[in-house]
């Protein structure tokens, strides 16, 4: 069980190496960082990454990084995202997230490091391939003393997946009874043994903004969610407003 940290630039990957190795601990994972070089460039060195050895190779970067993927023991990767947001991501994160298998762990500078994680935000529409994410936290990283928010935005529109499950249309009546949807959703996409804490948390308005406020205001350390890895004819705005914007790391999870 492996967190594979690709690191370009020890002084600029600084925080994601922090932010990484507190993920791996957080999941019981060994973390493992790599530098991929073009051919005859420097190589880095481990005693500016806090003193985790880099493994240094040569190749292509998007698809070297594909390739250790692919290994068994790797169950997610974790990179930088460069300056701005969009085309700016750089240019291996982008390749990964166009075909991404594992989960991804994104830190950009400037976010708030985890260091310790006791709350994690999990965006959930009521879909299942959407409760992904879901499943990802509660195998890997529910445990006693930690809170999952599990959040449902409702907006204009409802997922037609097969087996969703928003809430209902009535969101602003008082005397509406929320506990009976509150209480089946969080059965519906959580069965985490461990004994951690759910929270089901209802929110209406703009999916990025209202993740982002949830998180800042919550002091979340984490905000886990599913994607389907493309941003063609306009998906995945979600993904790409909250690379620009989240207050803390963001660990994407392949959908189903």
């Known amino acids: 069980m492996t967190l594979l940290i690709a690191v370009a630039d020890t002084e600029a990957d600084r925080e994601l190496v922090v932010s990484a190795r507190c993920l791996a601990n957080a999941a019981g994972w060994d973390a493992r960082a790599v ?36 290994n068994s023991d790797v169950d997610a990767v974790a990179l930088g995202l460069r300056s701005g947001a969009g ?7 982008e390749a990964l997230m166009a075909g991404f298998s594992a ?25 299942p391939s959407a409760s992904a994410a879901m499943r990802h936290a509660d195998g890997a990283l529910c445990a006693r003393g930690r809170e999952i928010v599990m959040l449902h935005v409702v907006t204009g529109s409802t997922p037609d997946e097969r087996g969703s ?12 009874e929320w506990s009976a949807w509150q209480d089946e959703f969080c059965m519906r996409f959580s069965q985490c043994p461990e004994g951690g804490r759910h929270r089901v948390c209802m929110r209406v308005g703009d999916p990025a903004g209202t993740i982002v406020k949830e998180a800042r205001e919550d002091g979340a350390e984490l905000i886990v969610l599913s994607w389907k890895g493309s941003f063609a004819e306009g998906h995945g705005a979600v993904v790409k407003k909250l690379l620009e914007t989240a207050p803390c790391p963001l660990l994407i999870v392949p959908a189903g």
């Open 35 to 70: 530098h991929v070089r073009e051919a005859g460039g420097p190589e880095l060195d481990s005693a500016d990454a806090a003193g985790l050895e880099i493994v240094d190779l040569e190749g292509d970067a998007p698809a070297e990084l594909a390739r250790l993927v692919g």
């Open 87 to 93: 085309p700016s991501i750089g240019h291996v994160t």
């Open 103 to 127: 989960p991804l762990l994104l830190v950009r500078h400037g976010m708030r490091p985890l260091t310790t994680l006791r709350r994690l935000v999990v965006p959930l529409e009521g879909s």
């Open 165 to 176: 499950f928003p809430a209902p249309r009535i969101v602003d009546q008082e005397h509406y």
